[in-house]
């Protein structure tokens, strides 16, 4: 079965600093997608980056990028020049190909001091 | 461009009771998947639609039930309602014809309290 852990329930950040957050995963599977979904508190979740395991160049969204280690099945989230409005749940998910079933993490609350 | 819809926001109900959720999907997407969030936790995949039929099916019982329209919304529907049921439904759509890349928009879900 495949399981996403996210270690850190918690983060904090100050503004215009960075952040890393950190996602683990198992799977036997060799062709997946891996995201990064942000949850406000208007709950709606948005994506914030994805990634393809058949690529070995890491996704980037502006000041988002991840840090995908296919071997070791970890995929770390980092928000650069950390804004006031990316204070939110952050979710780690997986979803193998051609399937529909997207597998979540517990989620990482971060919060962005000004 | 309307994004993804879901009503009722919030509800509440008693158990054993019946609750029925709708979802209207983005502009432009055919497919309607549900997930189940409950607190403090990530959501939990219940099921997809798609040309009107249950394409997939996550670890649910058959207390939950769902169907889509023609024109693509979609109803989830929980019978027997327990207290575990609490928790915020998410409708998320997407576009078949990009099912490999699973893209989904998600909408801002409904929250639903079983006293």
């Known amino acids: 079965a495949q399981t996403v852990t996210q270690s850190q329930p918690e983060m904090s950040v100050q503004e215009a600093e960075t952040v890393t957050l950190s996602c683990t995963y198992d799977?036997?599977?060799?062709?997946?997608?891996l995201f990064w979904y942000k949850q406000p508190p208007s709950r709606q979740m948005i994506l914030v980056i994805r990634?393809?395991?058949?690529?070995?160049q890491n996704a980037t969204e502006n000041r988002f990028s991840v840090n995908f280690q296919k071997a070791a099945k970890s995929f770390s989230l980092k928000i650069s020049d950390s804004q006031l409005g990316d204070a939110a749940m952050y979710f780690c998910?997986?979803?193998?190909?051609?399937?529909?079933?997207?597998?979540f993490g517990a989620g990482t609350r971060l919060t962005v001091k000004p | 461009d309307a994004g993804v819809t879901q009503s009722p926001t919030h509800l509440i109900k008693t158990r054993g009771q019946q609750v029925t959720l709708r979802c209207s999907p983005k502009?432009?997407?055919?497919?309607v998947s549900w997930y189940q969030q409950a607190l403090g936790q990530g959501p939990q995949f219940i099921f997809q639609?798609?040309?009107?039929?249950?394409?997939q099916r996550g670890n649910f019982p058959d207390r939950f039930s769902g169907h889509q329209f023609p024109n693509y919304s979609s109803e989830l529907n929980v019978n027997a309602l327990l207290l575990g049921d609490s928790a915020l439904y998410l409708c998320a759509s997407s576009l078949e014809k990009y099912s490999g890349a699973n893209v989904l928009t998600f909408g801002a879900g409904s929250r639903l309290t079983v006293l």
């Open positions: 998910a997986y979803m193998r190909d051609n399937n529909n079933d997207m597998r």
């Open positions: 799977t036997s599977e060799s062709d997946y997608y």
């Open positions: 502009s432009g997407h055919d497919t």
């Open positions: 639609y798609y040309e009107e039929e249950e394409r």
């Open positions: 990634q393809e395991a058949y690529k070995q």
